[in-house]
């Protein structure tokens, strides 16, 4: 926008000119043919030069717009120029932060509360006797997964059908309780704007309070193969929970026979 | 209106070619669309009526404050407008009976494949983006509000309210957050995704996929594959859109399809009129001249 002409074909765009030049030939041809000059030949230079003068100046700013970088990515035009993440984040902690400014995502439901606050399993106690494990974890097959293994990313290029983890719990709550999800009113029977009881405010519970001290306690020649402490702990949980170790607790008696690598279905052992 | 080399070059070869009429006017239906651009779907059957997107898009485009919360569900008692003199919001949710269900419907612009209001704008501010939303470009506008009546949904409005610094307003699909590599505010707002972010061809498949998936929740059609000749935002739908106030009469051809051979024409007869009369007045002044001429000589003789 530095001069006349760039601001001209920046507002109007590059046909204004072409036409302003257009209206002056015009003009310059109707004074040609009305002249009572009999040398008139001698104009035609003037007429030529004016068109080119116009020509040429239009060709130059349109060549300007092109070569600036502003228009450049219409002459690729087909591809878009900025680059999209792959990952378009609803969930990132930013938002959920922001959304806990708004207390958007107050649960305080009392029902809702008596089951699932605390540990896993006291939910997950009270739900298994009304339905299958595979209605909720319904994309596990060998091992049950956490929502959170598939859920984590919503809009997912690659696989728009899978939903973000707080669409999936909705969807997945709503499946079946359709009364909660009845309209706009119904959102308040979890959801209310005191934070001193929310769930989704509240910290969540750490079953382990194991430090990496902790585990070079037995791992004295360090971890094999490099592995993290939170999946060391997931995959060997039995290790230390059959015999004691470092003051865990031993198995429940209903938990015989079960596979170390089941553990981590409903206990989620956090930080680490 | 900005132009590239082609663009000058056509415009030109307009100016010069006069025979060569039709030519130009043929290129401009090959382009189909920017390949990547993206989209939106609503899903409906999903939508619980929470107004977290109007919350969500309110903020994000930083709109007044509207007099009632988002909290009140007396809003829904009348078919309101994304737009309106008291309710300066980009998009709303409205509420319908169809027997017995109840269903709810968000309202916004399309961003359509092929927009008419891009179309109808004198000065090129309306603009459809290879991303997909289609953006005003606040510098650009005068004013005319031609795409408040050329949009087959009704949903540009003008900012009457203002004096000095009217707006042209309408939702941009969050542009501004897009090129960020953020989702739109009302998609990352909505709690259970009845608005799914993505490209619309990606969007377009998951949207068959969930009524081949589930045929008995859902109607057959997706409003917006072919209406207007497609648009950027998908509705999928448990009731036909005809009992949810979607327009049906609007047809699957592109709305500037209708206009563009007709318009491409101006120019040429603009061009091509002053030479055609400025020719026949040159041919006919120089018959009259040498008759005059001839009158002189022979008054002379006599």
Known sequence: METLVEYLTYVKGIGYLVVVAFLFAFITFWLLVHTKNKDIIKTVPV???????????????????????????????????????????NGSPATITAHRVEKWLGVNNTEYL?????????????????IACTDCHHNSKDEIHACSDCHSAP??????????LKAAIHTRCMYCHKEVFGGPEDCKLCHTMDTSTSVAVAAPERPHALTWEDCVRCHKDGIPGGQKIKIVYHDFCIKCHT????????????????????CKGCHKPAGG | MKMNRRDFVKAGGSLIALSLLGNTASAAHSFTGYPDRFGMMSDLTRCIGCRRCEAAC???????????????????????????????????????????????????????????????????????TPEGPVVWNEKVCIGCRYCITACPFYIPAFEYSSAFDPR??????????????????CAEACPVEAITFGKR????????????GEPDRYIDHVYGEREAGGTGWLYISGVPFSQLEFPMDIGTSAFPELTKDFLSMVNLTLVSWPAVFGGIYLMTKNREKPLHGEEKEEEDKL
Not at chain 1, 245 to 259: F, N, S, T, Y
Not at chain 2, 74 to 89: G, I
Not at chain 2, 168 to 179: A, E, S, T
């Open chain 2, 58 to 128: 309110n903020k994000a485009n930083n709109l007044p404050e509207p007099k009632t919360s988002f909290e009140d569900t007396s809003v829904f008692e009348e078919k309101r407008r994304p737009y309106a003199a008291d309710v300066q919001s980009y998009t709303v949710v409205n509420r319908y009976k169809v027997g017995e269900k109840t269903v709810y419907r968000k309202v916004q612009c399309m961003h359509c494949e092929e927009p008419a209001c891009v179309s109808a704008c004198l000065v090129g501010a309306l603009k459809k």
């Open chain 1, 155 to 164: 809009f997912d290029p690659e696989d728009l059908s899978k939903p973000g």
């Open chain 1, 114 to 130: 008596a089951i699932s606050y605390g540990s896993a399993s006291n939910f997950h106690k009270v739900m298994s006797e009304k």
């Open chain 1, 243 to 262: 015999k004691g170790i470092a003051d865990a607790a031993k198995l429940p008696e209903d938990h015989a026979g079960r596979a170390g690598d089941t």
């Open chain 1, 47 to 89: 007429v030529v030069m004016i068109w080119l003068a116009f020509g040429v100046a239009s060709a130059l700013v349109s060549n300007g717009h092109n070569t600036n970088g502003h228009d450049a990515k219409d002459e690729t035009a087909l591809e878009p120029a900025v680059e999209f993440p792959e990952y378009y984040s």
């Open chain 2, 201 to 212: 061809s990606s969007l377009l498949k998951l949207a068959w996929t969930r009524i081949w």
């Open chain 2, 168 to 185: 042209i307003q309408k939702c941009f699909m969050c542009h501004q957050r897009i090129v960020k590599g953020i989702v739109p505010a």
